[in-house]
């Protein structure tokens, strides 16, 4: 197989795995929407999260809390329709699994069904393990995500570094065991000392994605809002901006008005005469 025809192999839970036996670092987005997925996608990004991040970068809200199951397979169903090779992974929202573990296998379904992504991810450790047991009976591949888990933010009452006391690294280690062991084909490990995900990637044989957790894990993620400088009033000191796009728009539209204003646009060869 060529270098070219390997490089658009489709992404797979299995090749995610390999990638991280031969030291591959796995690259990770967000995407919410068919035309940012296509960009993506066609740009090599390996995974595309359906983030419920969509709940502030795309909706507005304070918190990823208000977004439903039905506004999380809009947004799946989007991204499906603009990638060819990515593998895509959908945030399961809050209240669409805490329940029980009938419901976590129902709103999975739903958005397998509805969507046709290929996975999906949820929070915490051991308390959502008998749903994640029951998600992987029905055959679909589930993406663990400890440390900061923003659905829990009135818990934590803050978005600071999570598992800095050892008591909480502790659990934090035995939670990314029990959720191997019951079968996720991955793990996101968000805003932790970059030690301990280090060892933690280290200890595991899934690929473990870190946002915020250091350069020792197997893979990194950011919010793509972030990433390009869409979002423009969030400074956390993991976040790398690739681009100042916030400013970059305005400064488009400020002159797409004044073009508009002084009627410059549209010009003769902008219109049509017949
Ligand atoms: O919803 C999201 O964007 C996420 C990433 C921060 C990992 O869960």
């Known amino acids: 197989m060529s270098v070219a025809s390997s490089e658009f ?16 670092k796995i690259s990770m987005l967000t995407a919410y929407d068919y035309s ?22 795309m909706a507005g809200h304070q918190t990823t809390l208000p977004i439903t199951l039905d506004q999380m397979i809009y947004h799946a169903g989007s991204v499906v329709r603009g990638v ?13 699994y805490q329940g029980n573990s009938k419901e976590a296998l129902q709103s999975t379904i739903r958005i397998m069904k509805e969507s046709g992504a290929h996975a999906v991810k949820l929070e915490g450790g051991s308390e959502v393990l008998e749903s994640i047991e ?30 800095r ?22 793990l996101v490990l968000e805003k932790i000392p970059a030690p301990l995900a280090r060892e933690v990637a ?8 870190g946002i915020g957790a250091g350069s020792g894990v197997d893979g990194q993620v950011l919010v793509v809002h972030d ?7 969030f400074h956390p000191r993991f ?3 690739y681009l100042n796009l916030y400013e970059e728009i305005g400064g488009a539209v400020r002159h797409y008005v004044s073009d508009i204003k002084s009627g410059e646009f549209p010009g003769p060869g902008e219109q049509y005469n017949t």
């Open 202 to 209: 280290t200890s595991l044989s899934i690929p473990v994605i």
């Open 84 to 96: 060819e090779r990515a593998l895509i992974v959908v945030d399961l929202p809050f209240g669409s």
């Open 239 to 241: 976040l790398r901006r």
């Open 165 to 186: 006391e050892e008591e909480e690294a502790e659990r934090l280690k035995r939670d990314a065991h029990a959720l191997q062991d019951a079968g996720c084909f991955a």
């Open 134 to 163: 029951r998600i992987l009976t029905a055959g679909v591949p589930v993406m663990g995500h400890l440390g900061l888990t923003p659905q829990s933010i009135y818990k934590f009452g803050t978005y600071t570094v999570r598992a």
């Open 36 to 57: 940012f997925a296509r960009m993506l996608d066609a740009a090599g990004i390996d995974v595309l999260l359906v983030g419920d991040s969509a709940s502030n970068v």
């Open 9 to 24: 192999r489709k992404v797979t839970t299995h090749s995610l795995r390999e990638m991280k036996e031969r030291g591959e």
């Open 227 to 233: 990433m390009l400088g869409i979002t423009h009033e």
